[in-house]
């Protein structure tokens, strides 16, 4: 699956494929059709909200179960 990957803060994102694992039980595998960088994410960007990087961002989306 591909991801932008926040690695150091007010860097661009890297697009990256990241592996995904298999759902654990009473878990569900979404295939992602779309996702959006919010507000908050630009705060994780940018360093006001202090976050471990590495991260992933863009938490709101849609896809299919």
Same mark, same amino acid.
């Given at each position: 699956?591909? #991801?932008?990957?926040?690695?150091?803060?007010?860097?661009?994102?890297?697009?990256?494929?990241?592996?995904? @694992?298999?759902? =654990?039980?009473?878990?569900?595998?979404?295939?992602?059709?779309? #996702?959006?960088?919010?507000? =908050?994410?630009?705060?994780?960007?940018?360093? @006001?909200?202090?976050?471990?990087?590495?991260?992933?961002?863009?938490?709101? @989306? #849609?896809?299919?179960?």
């Amino acid at each position: 699956m591909k #991801a932008a990957v926040l690695r150091e803060h007010n860097k661009p994102l890297e697009i990256e494929d990241v592996k995904v @694992s298999k759902p =654990s039980p009473r878990e569900v595998l979404v295939r992602p059709v779309a #996702a959006g960088v919010c507000h =908050s994410d630009l705060h994780f960007m940018d360093g @006001s909200y202090p976050y471990m990087l590495p991260t992933i961002l863009g938490h709101e @989306s #849609a896809g299919i179960v």
